[in-house]
């Protein structure tokens, strides 16, 4: 079963416990699966219930080193002997053992007759048959006291019944047929209603072929009975195989899985369910795994018990299970290992696929990069020809104007003088020849001009130059002005012209003061010395 399987139905078994319900309110298939899992979970935890049962044994045994008297002495070997019945059975017959000589020291008839019962149980269990029938044939049943009466048939029926299981030809019917007559003494004597009538004359139906009354007498029984006790793994067990006869698979492993429970939380190493569970799966060629791990665990109780017989019927069945796993997990294993090809060329063709997309990519990012550096250039080159057609009108259209003004200018200067010269008023025209007034008055307009044509097309000139400087070298033209002498070198650099010689021409300045101003402000500036006026000419017109 896959691990998604598994956390489903983990998921499923805990809905069920959160919400209160029951595990017969789910359906078959669910119902089997939450016992499954809760009986991997118990034999996950073996060592818990078994470290338990030692612990209350080994406090049984150290109260027989206090000073008891001998009665006390017989109950506890008594009482030791039932926790070892089905733990240990080397263990259990040493103490029945130990009851029987106890027993024969004080010639007590009933404490030697309980011993007796006692040493035949183990012996049948051990599949020691004739060694239990001679101790059961030297029992005087007219000494028996109803309670041992019952236990004395109970020991013949099991004995013959098991003896006929496993013996050959005319003898297995012999046995069979002799523990039938003592199967028929022992439910005379039983009182009805009580679990051991219940489950012996259930069995009886059972063997009869008589199904529907044996659901009819078991199944109601069932919640009389306390789980996790070795009375509810027999009571299930029977079920189990009742729903087999029947038919009915689903239930027949449900009521096995319930039975092994039992077992393993009732520390009950001599069982039968745990290892018909395994058959079964096996048998149905499904659950191997856990079918391995099943009968594994039937033959570690079977050896911890040390019941040999047991250990030998195990040891038929086991080597098919673990050849039919082993088979399983080998062509898990080839499966695996073809998908593991399968995934691994597919991870090669990926990550090729991978490598091509990126460099796919990676070529398309550079195309994209370029195409957008060209358009930013494009962008830039429109931006620069927009400027450059912006300042080709403003300057073409104050050049014409101030051209026809010029004109106007010359053609009123020149009638003064003719006017003068008419006159003979010589000395006011040599006077007026001489001064430099009208010049200086000129060259203000032209400033104011220039610096009115530049603003109007970098009218954030002042404020983005500003920016390359440090805060206290910063130009700040007084309120009548528009450009102070520095800026309008620098707005003539932002218009191109990076000739000092020209620069000085155009402001009427020696090249040496051109000079000594662009260099100034290059050491004043925040950017790069070498950078600056490039900066400048970045300024833009919006």
């Known amino acids: ?23 017969s309110d789910l359906s078959a298939q669910e119902r089997l699966d939450t016992l499954l899992n809760e009986l991997d979970r118990t034999i996950h935890i073996v060592d818990k219930y078994t470290a338990i049962k030692e612990q209350r044994i080994t406090q ?44 024969k020291k004080l010639s007590n008839i009933f404490w030697i007759n309980e011993s007796n019962l006692q040493i035949s149980k183990t012996l049948t269990i051990s599949g020691m048959y004739p060694e239990s029938i001679k101790v059961l044939d030297s029992i005087d049943k007219s000494t028996l006291e109803e309670e041992q009466l019952i236990d004395y048939y109970t020991s013949y029926y099991h004995t013959f019944n098991e003896w006929g299981e496993f013996a050959e030809y005319s003898y297995s019917s012999k046995y069979k047929q ?5 199967r028929d003494s022992l439910l005379s004597r039983l009182r009805p209603g ?47 195989i009742l729903y087999w006869y029947l038919g009915d698979m689903e239930k027949h492993k449900e009521y096995l899985a319930m039975s092994a429970i039992s077992d ?28 391995n791990n099943y009968i594994k665990k039937s033959l570690d109780d079977a050896n911890f018990y040390n019941a040999r017989l047991r250990s030998i019927q195990i040891a038929k069945l086991y080597p098919l299970i673990e050849n039919a796993y082993q088979l399983e997990r080998e062509q898990q294993q080839r499966k695996l290992r073809v998908l593991l090809w399968v995934i691994s060329a597919l991870s090669v063709l990926l990550i090729l696929t991978t490598v091509y997309i990126i460099a796919q ?43 026809s003004t010029y004109i106007d200018k010359m053609e009123k200067h020149h009638h003064t003088l003719n006017v003068k010269a008419k006159k003979g008023s010589w000395e006011e025209l040599n006077k007026i020849l001489k001064s430099s007034q009208f010049l200086d008055d000129e060259l203000q307009e032209f400033y104011h001009n220039f610096d009115t044509a530049f603003l109007n097309i970098f009218p954030n000139f002042v404020e ?42 155009f402001l009427r300045y020696s090249i040496t ?15 790069s010395r070498d950078e600056f006026e490039n900066e400048v000419m970045k300024i833009t017109s919006y």
């Open 60 to 103: 049984l045994k150290r109260r027989l080193g206090n000073r008891i008297d001998i009665d006390q002495r017989f109950l506890l070997y008594k009482e030791i002997f039932n926790e070892y019945e089905f733990f240990v059975c080397d263990s259990a017959y040493q103490y029945s053992q130990k009851t029987l000589s106890l027993a």
């Open 464 to 505: 983005q130059f500003n920016a390359l400087l440090n805060d206290e070298s910063r130009i700040l033209p007084k309120r009548h002005e528009k450009l102070t002498t520095e800026l309008r070198i620098f707005a003539l650099i932002r218009l191109g012209i990076t000739d000092s010689q020209k620069i000085a021409e």
């Open 361 to 403: 990519y990676r070529k398309l990012a550079k195309a994209r990069e370029q195409t957008l550096a060209a358009n930013q250039k494009l962008r830039e080159n429109n931006r620069a020809l927009a400027e450059t057609n912006h300042i080709k009108e403003e300057y073409l259209g104050r050049f014409l104007s101030l051209c």
């Open 194 to 240: 009580t679990f051991e009538h219940t489950v012996e004359y259930g069995w009886k139906q059972v063997e009869s072929g008589e199904y529907e009354k044996a659901k009819e007498m078991l199944l109601p029984y069932l919640d009389e009975v306390q789980q996790d006790t070795r009375e509810y793994a027999l009571i299930t067990s029977i079920v189990g």
């Open 264 to 291: 393993i939380k009732a520390t009950v190493k001599e069982n039968t369910s745990i290892r018909s569970l395994a058959s079964v799966l096996f048998s149905e060629n499904e659950e191997l795994k856990r079918a």
């Open 1 to 23: 079963m896959g691990k998604t399987t598994i956390n489903k139905l983990l998921g499923s078994f805990l809905s069920l416990l959160i919400s209160g319900m029951t595990i």
């Open 513 to 527: 003061t051109i000079y000594n101003y662009r260099s100034k402000y290059r050491n004043k500036s925040i950017v």
């Open 178 to 182: 002799l523990g039938s007559v003592y």
